[in-house]
């Protein structure tokens, strides 16, 4: 293993501004967030434009109606308001212009009502609907911080105290850049153990590609405030993606009986070894035959797939949960990481090891294009590869946005079955720049 | 620094048609908290200046500001050099900054845009957390412009000041200020104009210039499609400003009339008419008899081409009906595009368009055509009345397209191809006829099984 000298730069900065940025902001991540949560109204405590960049971004992304409202902080309220009367008036208009009751809102910050200063706390007490207030300035953290945030946010500020578990109940948190099918891959998979399983957030029933006669003016589907409120029964929480932790613990605070199972990710043989065993070991039952006959698929792929990936450079881009992932993934059979380009700083980078780890842009992630055979990153990156014709390295579009490829919100790169697709993707992909390349 | 007086200024433009309605002061589009769901002043300035390619574009903010917003719009450039408008630049700030200010993180970023990059230009976009904390952009741009002895503008529109349109506004307050009357150009010809308000998306603007260099007219500079920084510098030399469907750059050209002595035209080149009536209000302000003969003869000759290239289309479409559910000037322009192709818009909303734009719009439509104020509503019952055939309109009306059986466009999603000019109006048909043709909508009505078959027990 070679030593990690990149993450110890990029702690501290060194070059004062972002060039083609691959971050994305901590009120997006929050905004999504709220999108998992049923009849949910997404408020973001902003002037417009941070909500409008928003929406554009997530419907193109997701090619899916996307509920979101704001406050439309003006340069009079941005100066003298304290925030209750444009969120209370915003509430009140948005409610009324549309005749509709949401189950929740979610209300969450940005850089200008942070740097106001604004109670979004306080101003609860005004507002009979139930409500979650998260703070996300965006010049701190990023998207899946903002998620996280949010999901901690709801269970602390709605799930209520219990001192017993149902020994059944399962909680799910999975991290930002876990698609909606993957969710509900994950879910299908408890259920085959027996669980009542939940979701926080859970996309799985919103931004799922699902046609039905959504109208986009709520979220649809997604976990209820009802089930959040009694979260606190699950005798079984499981987060995936270290930034989900801070959700977990928030839990176990409102019930200490309740177990904690973590995994950094779900992505090749190990983690999700690691993950059965954890469920026959609750359950004391044999996974379903289906599940013993994708880890052999996972396996034969992995032989099959070694020569080609074993024998090839990669460089990742994205949030530093999905970058471990995939990192570890395709380490599992031989692949070299030369860089993991990371949004933001985590302890999870720590863990990584590649060739080089940093936090940076697209600008620092193209030096190491080509050294490559295959970037994995946003699409963003699609152009700056090809720009200068120096690197002839594929490219596997995964992260935020992608709005070249549809139904980005089916693709399932976990468990042994999306495991087993990921690498033949990778593969496939290898062998055409490779060979045809 | 934000100029309170200046805003107010803009909101209350006087060229503009919708002021005349309103009170003193009242102006503008004011966001209503909650309702208000279009882009900030900051989008519409970037959305203005972003297709000078030459220029770096510098957003001085948080992350969400330039994060979601880069490599969105497809602008097309001709510029040889290193296309900047498809990159992103942006501080990024942080925590420190917001304490501490970020004048310093903006220096910095400066220089090391002119060391890597070496643009032409910087443009410097302030935006709702850097001009809340008061940073001195103005001063950190004076400064880099004399250290590096290129224009670096300040463009003063955060997102809090208002929406879109009064940050384009701005936005052509910056240029004016700093860009426009800095330069001479090498050569000046009678018939030299500036294109406004075009920001050739999806090449928009290589769809008429073809016809315009025919005739002999010389667009000097463009604000700001295909645009270059050194040209725009000598837009005051230009006989004519040419306005293309944007009202919000009204004021701009008002002023280089009362700067400059430069006169100025609004026109649309969507449709066979529009183009056509557009090419006609050029050489017509331009005065030159010449230049008029020449443009009749010109126009001639590429709308009998046009004329030849629609006929199978016009065949294929005789009868139908549409209706156009979609914002501001797209109300009447695509209607006049549709028109152009013998299909009969029996129905068009008026949201969010301004009193020129509803003229125009009930002109268009004649007595029959209905204006909906409230589409959403509304489309439903006047497709039955009407007995519609397509509706065009933004990604959510897909379903009541579907509920109605109809064939359905959106218009409102980042198009790929352009409409504009004659040989927009052919990929206009095109798509016309591929949502005609396409059994798709009908498919997607049919009934599940479990809709559909009974499961009595036995
Ligand atoms: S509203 Fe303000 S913070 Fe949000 S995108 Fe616009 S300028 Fe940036």
Request: proline content about 4%; some cysteine; charged content about 25%.
């Amino acid at each position: 293993m070679e030593v990690n000298y990149a993450i110890e730069l990029s702690k501290h900065e060194h070059k004062p501004l972002q060039i083609n940025p691959i971050k994305h902001s901590q009120p997006m991540g929050a905004a999504l967030a709220f999108y998992g949560i049923r009849n949910c109204l997404p408020l973001m405590h902003a002037s417009q434009g941070c909500a409008s960049y928003t929406k554009v971004f997530f419907t193109r992304h997701f090619n899916e109606p996307i509920p979101m409202y704001n406050t439309s902080v003006s340069d009079i309220t941005a100066v003298l308001d304290g925030g209750d009367y444009s969120i209370l008036l915003s509430i009140e208009n948005i409610t009324k212009k549309n005749k509709f009751k949401p189950e929740i809102i979610g209300l969450h910050t940005t850089g200008l009502t942070e740097t106001k200063g604004d109670d979004v706390r306080g101003v609860g007490m005004h507002i009979e609907i139930p409500y979650c207030y998260v703070n996300t300035p965006d010049y701190e953290g990023g998207m899946e911080s903002g998620w996280a945030l949010t999901a901690k946010a709801l269970i602390d500020q709605h799930t209520r105290p219990y001192d017993q578990v149902r020994p059944n109940k399962l909680l799910l948190l999975p991290h930002v850049s876990m698609q909606p099918v993957e969710v509900e891959k994950i879910k299908e998979m408890c259920e085959n153990f027996g669980f009542e399983t939940y979701a926080l957030p859970d996309l799985s029933t919103s931004m799922d590609g699902f046609f039905g006669e959504q109208q986009g003016k709520l979220a649809q589907g997604g976990i209820g405030i009802d089930e959040i409120e009694v979260l606190g029964n699950c005798a079984t929480v499981v987060s995936i993606g270290s930034s989900m932790r801070i959700a977990a613990e928030a839990l176990l605070v409102k019930n200490p009986k309740i177990r904690h199972i973590h995994f950094d990710h779900l992505m090749g043989q190990d983690m999700n070894d690691n993950f059965v065993a954890s469920l026959m070991e609750i359950r004391q039952i044999e996974p379903s035959p289906s599940v013993k006959r994708w880890r052999g698929r996972l396996q034969d792929v992995m032989l099959d797939s070694h020569f080609l990936i074993g024998s090839s450079r990669f460089v990742i881009t994205g949030e530093p949960d999905m970058c471990i992932g995939m990192t570890e993934l395709i380490q599992s059979v031989g692949g070299t990481i030369e860089a993991v380009v990371s949004t933001v700083y985590s302890p999870v980078l720590e863990k990584i090891e590649a060739k080089k780890v940093f936090v940076g842009d697209l600008e620092d992630a193209k030096v190491h294009f080509k050294n490559a055979d295959l970037v994995i990153s946003n699409f963003h990156a699609e152009r700056i590869l090809h720009i200068d014709e120096q690197s002839h390295a594929g490219l596997v579009l995964r992260g935020f946005p992608n709005y070249e490829e549809l139904g980005n919100q089916l693709k399932n790169d976990q468990l042994y079955e999306g495991s087993t697709y990921f690498l033949l993707e990778i593969a496939n992909k290898l062998r055409e720049v490779k060979h045809h390349g | 620094m934000v100029n309170r007086a200046k805003i107010k200024e803009l909101l209350n433009e006087s060229a503009c048609s919708h002021s005349k309605d309103k009170k003193p002061g009242e102006g503008c589009d004011k966001p209503k908290p909650g309702l208000a769901a279009g882009g900030c002043a900051f989008d519409g300035a970037q959305i203005s200046l972003f297709p000078y390619a030459d220029a770096v574009h510098l957003v001085h903010g948080p992350q969400t500001c330039l994060g979601a917003s880069w490599e969105t719009r497809e602008t097309l450039s001709s510029y040889e050099g290193r296309d900047h408008t498809v990159m992103g630049f942006t501080t990024g700030i942080r925590t420190n900054d917001v304490i501490f200010g970020g004048d310093k993180r903006l220096a910095d970023s400066i220089d090391f845009i002119m060391k890597e990059y070496a643009p032409e230009a910087i443009f410097v976009y302030s935006t709702c957390v850097t001009a809340l904390v008061g940073d001195d952009i103005d001063m950190t741009c004076k400064l880099g412009s004399e250290k590096h002895g290129v224009p670096i503008v300040p463009v003063h529109a955060p997102g809090f000041v208002g929406g879109k349109n009064l940050g384009s506004r701005l936005a052509g307050e910056a240029v004016l200020e700093h860009l426009i009357g800095t330069k001479e150009p090498e050569f000046t010809t009678p018939y030299d104009i500036n294109l406004i308000g075009d920001y050739n998306v999806t090449g928009d603007m290589w769809q008429y210039l073809p016809i315009l260099d025919k005739i002999g007219i010389r667009v000097l500079s463009s604000m700001s499609g295909d645009g270059r920084v050194g040209s725009i510098r000598t837009a005051h030399r230009a006989k004519l400003n040419v306005i293309v469907c944007a009202k919000s750059l009204i004021t701009l050209c008002r002023k280089m009339k009362e700067q400059y002595d430069i006169p100025w035209i609004s026109v649309s080149f969507y449709g066979k008419r529009d183009t056509a009536f557009a090419i006609r209000e050029i050489v017509n302000a331009l005065g030159d008899e010449k230049l008029i003969a020449k443009a009749e003869e010109v126009l001639a000759e590429e709308e009998e081409k046009l004329e030849a290239r629609l006929k199978p289309y016009k065949e294929m479409f005789a009868g139908k009906k549409a209706v156009l559910n979609t914002g501001g000037n797209k109300a009447w322009s695509i209607a006049s595009g549709l028109q152009d192709l013998g299909i009969e818009v029996v129905a068009t909303s008026i949201r969010k368009s301004t009193a020129d734009d509803i003229e125009k719009a009930k002109e268009y439509l004649g007595p029959d055509g209905i204006l909906m104020k409230a589409p959403a509503s509304e489309q439903s019952k006047v497709i039955d009345e009407k007995g519609a055939h397509i509706l065009l309109a933004g990604g959510r009306s897909l379903y009541t397209a579907i509920k109605k059986k109809i064939s359905f466009i959106d218009v409102n999603q980042e198009k790929k191809v352009s409409y504009g000019g004659f040989e927009g109006l052919l990929n206009l048909a095109e798509d016309l006829k591929s949502a005609f043709n396409n059994p798709v909508f009908a498919n997607v009505s049919k009934k599940a099984p479990w809709e559909t078959v009974s499961m009595e027990a036995e």
